[in-house]
């Protein structure tokens, strides 16, 4: 079973057309949950960290929320230049290691 | 300032040999740890360094191995390479490791013929 589970696999947007992206998880002892947007053959590029429940962050078009067992990356009024996979990411308690466990993403196009 | 910088960009080997990627972290950050992203997937953690000490390891066999040196840079070594080895190799710094924000260097391309 995995244990971050990102929904829509793949999502297409009107410029515009606002969306929200899922990232739910199964891990006990929530330590931190990250979102990155990634571009094609290049690395991840850091966007927001939650730590706890109700927390919100965000920045220019994107907003950033999470409950206890799962966190929304919501887009308003995307461009073209939004087009990317978002991957989401926790590190937890129990897991004998501190390195991040990564959903498998969220490719999202932007049409003009 | 210098984000993450990994070498080389991109690598070619074939099966069977041995690789040593390298990872330079941003100034000041004190841990490293290195991911491996085949296509279609998410990263998969590998290792975690913080002061020259591995802190954590992932579900990968013996043939990975890794260390970090004195000035914070490191190394990735694989041996006996297998064609399941081809993928995206990901660096990646933080102050402290952890749960603390990682950011990601560009990447080495591995292709295993």
């Known amino acids: 079973e995995d244990q971050v589970t990102q929904s829509p696999e793949a999502l297409r947007l009107q410029e515009g057309e606002s969306s929200s992206l899922n990232c739910s998880y199964t891990?006990?002892?929530?330590?931190?949950l990250f979102w990155y947007r990634q571009d094609p053959g290049k690395g991840p590029e850091f966007l927001f960290t939650?730590?706890?429940a109700g927390e919100e962050k965000e920045k220019e078009r994107l907003k950033a929320t999470l409950t206890k067992k799962e966190s929304f990356l919501h887009i308003t009024a995307p461009k073209p230049e939004d087009s990317a996979t978002y991957l989401c990411a926790v590190v937890y308690s129990g897991g004998g290691a501190d390195g991040l466990t990564f959903g498998k993403g969220t490719h999202l196009i932007i049409q003009p | 300032d210098a984000g993450v910088t990994q070498s080389p960009t991109h690598l070619i080997k074939t099966r069977g040999q041995q690789v040593t990627l390298r990872c330079s972290p941003i100034?000041?950050?004190?841990?490293v740890s290195w991911y491996q992203q085949v296509l279609g997937q998410g990263p998969q953690f590998i290792f975690q360094?913080?002061?020259?000490?591995?802190?954590g390891r992932g579900n990968f066999p013996d043939r990975f191995s890794a260390r970090q040196f004195p000035n914070y840079s490191s190394e990735l070594n694989v041996n006996a390479l297998l064609l399941g080895d081809s993928a995206l190799y990901l660096c990646?710094?933080?102050?402290?490791?952890?749960?603390?924000?990682?950011?990601f260097g560009p990447g080495t391309r591995l292709t295993v013929l």
């Open positions: 939650l730590y706890s």
């Open positions: 360094y913080y002061e020259k000490e591995e802190r």
């Open positions: 990646a710094s933080s102050w402290t490791g952890g749960s603390a924000e990682q950011f």
């Open positions: 100034s000041g950050h004190k841990s």
């Open positions: 891990v006990s002892g929530l330590r931190g």
